[in-house]
T-cell receptor, first 113, second 113 residues
Framework: DGGITQSPKYLFRKEGQNVTLSCEQN?????MYWYRQDPGQGLRLIYY???????QKGDIAEGYSVSREKKESFPLTVTSAQKNPTAFYLC????????????FGQGTRLTVV | GNSVTQMEGPVTLSEEAFLTINCTYT??????LFWYVQYPGEGLQLLLK?????DKGSNKGFEATYRKETTSFHLEKGSVQVSDSAVYFC????????????FGTGTQLKVEL
């Protein structure tokens, strides 16, 4: 079955540590996205990539980094510079052309302890 | 810039009641409009979409009509069920805007017996 896989589902991190969230898709989509979800604030765009080896900052990129070395994969690193990293992180992909919808993974809940 | 405004939640209804969740948008152009649904602890699933003015999207008894004159895309269902309890997000995408989805803040729906 085609889809987007995020792992792990739950992640705990000590303050000051970097952590990488995985996102893999087998939909052959060109575009991939990372969103952060906090209670009562909806979804905010962190980074997005429209093609391999290229990505752009979204609205809240500070303290995060990404790479897009393969079409299928778009990992997100939450660095120690992110001041409030505890949140639900959602990865999405879309064909990348036209006004088409995005498909979402199941999310990773990151908790800083 | 583009934005989406949704009615505040939570919305609490009795089973079989009529549902309306209001959504209005601002966009510099002609976006496609979407409703996504999020069940507890999960990612977002596309519920319905409309790509041009006067289009009606429908799925699982939910409907929404793209109203260009009022820049609205209100979600309706004639008879809600307990299983409809979830958070509903209105969103838009605009070609030329990097194919980035812009989301509203979400509206939580609780349906009680």
């Amino acid at each position: 079955d085609g889809g987007i896989t995020q792992s792990p589902k739950y992640l705990f991190r000590k303050e000051g540590q970097n952590v990488t969230l995985s996102c893999e898709q087998n939909l052959n989509h060109d575009a991939m996205y990372w969103y952060r979800q906090d209670p009562g604030q909806g979804l905010r765009l962190i980074y997005y990539s429209q093609i391999v080896n290229d990505f752009q900052k979204g609205d809240i990129a500070e303290g995060y980094s990404v790479s897009r070395e393969k079409k299928e994969s778009f990992p997100l690193t939450v660095t120690s510079a992110q001041k409030n990293p505890t949140a639900f992180y959602l990865c999405a992909s879309s064909p990348g052309l036209g006004n088409t919808e995005a498909f979402f993974g199941q999310g990773t809940r990151l908790t800083v302890v | 810039g583009n934005s989406v405004t949704q009615m505040e939640g939570p919305v609490t209804l009795s089973e079989e009641a009529f549902l309306t969740i209001n959504c209005t948008y601002t966009a510099t152009g002609y976006p496609s409009l979407f409703w996504y649904v999020q069940y507890p602890g999960e990612g977002l699933q596309l519920l319905l979409k409309a790509t041009k003015a006067d289009d009606k999207g429908s799925n699982k008894g939910f409907e929404a009509t793209y109203r260009k004159e009022t820049t609205s895309f209100h979600l309706e269902k004639g008879s809600v069920q307990v299983s409809d309890s979830a958070v509903y997000f209105c969103a838009l995408i605009l070609t030329g805007g990097g194919n980035k989805l812009t989301f509203g803040t979400g509206t939580q729906l609780k349906v009680e017996l």
